[in-house]
């Protein structure tokens, strides 16, 4: 079972910041946070990654409390390219599994 | 420039009539994964190679089977397919390892009447 829990859904206006949640309270010490996303129609798709550190690249940045029992997704200036459902998994590098979960779905709003 | 291509993208078969469907990639990636996706729903996963080790999820039907005869290729085989196997088949790879993404191919939509 997926050791995640998000929002089913969520709306967001075109230009602004997205920010999606995610709680994985019962995350161990080797388990990352991984973010994929999925366009109507297409394959799944890698976002980021994160152990505890705060995470940055093209597409996205990864907040992870220091606590690591949740962890929130920003597309900082969302646009309609980015309507998708966005899944948040744990799990940890040397499983070779991804097991999703049933993720949140981003609308972006013109 | 395609990684994961996934052929047919659209598979229409019979009830109970047999059908493979096929993966290749051009990664040279040691895991390849087969993912069933029903509408409104999250991916399954059903089963994966790492190279040639299979590795079968617990509540995989028999009636889906894999084959991987190189690298490069991986079939899924629905031996007699229902009308509750309608839906999208997506393959993946990945390095293996301690690699942390998957790339998936566009995925085949089965039919089934």
């Known amino acids: 079972d997926a050791k995640t829990t998000q929002p089913t859904s969520m709306d967001c206006a075109e230009g602004r910041a997205a920010n999606l949640p995610c709680n994985h309270s019962?995350?161990?010490?080797?388990?990352?946070v991984y973010w994929y996303r999925q366009i109507h129609s297409q394959g799944p798709q890698y976002i980021i990654h994160?152990?505890?550190n705060n995470e940055t690249n093209e597409m996205a940045s990864l907040i992870i409390t220091e606590d690591r029992k949740s962890s929130t997704l920003i597309l900082p200036h969302a646009t309609l390219r980015d309507t998708a459902v966005y899944y948040c998994?744990?799990?940890?590098?040397?499983?070779?599994?991804?097991?999703f979960g049933k993720g949140t779905r981003l609308h972006i709003l013109p | 420039d395609a990684m994961v291509i996934q052929n047919p993208r659209y598979q229409v078969t019979q009830f109970g009539k047999p059908v493979t469907l096929s993966c290749s990639q051009t990664?040279?990636?040691?895991?390849m994964y087969w993912y069933q996706q029903k509408s409104s729903q999250a991916p399954k996963l059903l089963f994966h190679?790492?190279?040639?080790?299979?590795?079968n999820e617990a509540d995989t039907p028999d009636n889906f089977q894999s084959r991987r005869p190189n690298t490069s290729f991986c079939f899924l085989d629905i031996r007699s397919p229902g009308l509750g196997d309608a839906a999208m088949y997506l393959c993946?790879?990945?390095?293996?390892?301690?690699?942390?993404?998957?790339?998936f191919g566009p995925g085949t939509r089965l039919t089934v009447t």
């Open positions: 190679y790492y190279d040639k080790d299979f590795n």
């Open positions: 998994i744990v799990r940890t590098p040397s499983d070779d599994k991804i097991i």
């Open positions: 019962t995350i161990s010490g080797n388990e990352y």
């Open positions: 993946a790879t990945s390095e293996g390892g301690t690699s942390y993404e998957q790339y």
């Open positions: 990664l040279n990636h040691n895991v």
């Open positions: 994160g152990l505890k």
